[in-house]
């Protein structure tokens, strides 16, 4: 279990720095912009004529 201690030290030291703060805003960002686009997508086909979603 040292390890996983060990790997989230290095995490918080890593965020602690300028670039681990601008590297950690543009993941988040990436990953908002994928969700947002998965919903949009999901959206899209529920709305298609026939009800794509519906069983």
Same mark, same amino acid.
């Given at each position: 279990?040292?390890?996983? &201690?060990?790997?989230?030290? &290095?995490?918080r030291?890593?965020?602690?720095?300028?670039?681990?703060?601008?590297?950690?805003?543009?993941? !988040?960002?990436?990953? /908002?912009?994928?969700?947002? &686009?998965? /919903?949009? !997508?999901l959206?899209? /086909?529920?709305?298609?004529?026939?009800?794509?979603?519906?069983p």
């Amino acid at each position: 279990m040292n390890w996983l &201690t060990g790997y989230g030290r &290095t995490i918080r030291q890593y965020l602690a720095t300028p670039k681990g703060r601008h590297d950690a805003k543009d993941y !988040g960002r990436a990953i /908002l912009i994928i969700l947002l &686009t998965m /919903l949009a !997508g999901l959206a899209l /086909l529920a709305s298609w004529e026939g009800g794509a979603l519906l069983p």
